[in-house]
């Protein structure tokens, strides 16, 4: 098991290896949807998996590290769709 620290003082537990963005599915959702989160100091992806005790810090749209991510997010999915419809 391991344990998520959030900066309001909640601590979230769950089985080693679970990805961060399952955890912030237990807390309420913030007026911004949550895009990344910053795991004990660094940048890390919804995806990342914590192999530890960690403090999370969830990184909204509402931030600009996460208005980078979803512009870049957008970017990525603009090149899929342009090198779909011209081969």
């Given at each position: 098991?391991?344990e998520?620290?959030?900066?309001?003082?909640?601590?979230?537990?769950?089985?080693?290896?679970?990805p961060?963005?399952?955890?912030f599915?237990l807390?309420?959702?913030?007026e911004?949807?949550?895009?990344?989160?910053?795991?004990?100091?660094?940048?890390?992806?919804?995806t990342?998996?914590?192999?530890?005790?960690?403090?999370?810090?969830?990184?909204?749209?509402?931030?600009?590290?996460?208005?980078?991510?979803?512009?870049?997010?957008l970017?990525?999915?603009?090149?899929?769709?342009?090198i779909?419809?011209?081969?």
């Open positions: 098991m391991v998520v620290h959030l900066p309001d003082g909640r601590v979230l537990s769950g089985p080693r290896g679970t961060v963005g399952q955890f599915r807390i309420d959702r913030p911004a949807p949550i895009v990344g989160a910053v795991v004990n100091g660094e940048l890390r992806e919804l990342f998996c914590l192999p530890m005790d960690s403090k999370v810090q969830p990184v909204t749209m509402g931030d600009a590290d996460g208005m980078r991510i979803y512009r870049r997010s970017t990525f999915l603009l090149e899929v769709a342009f779909t419809l011209f081969p």
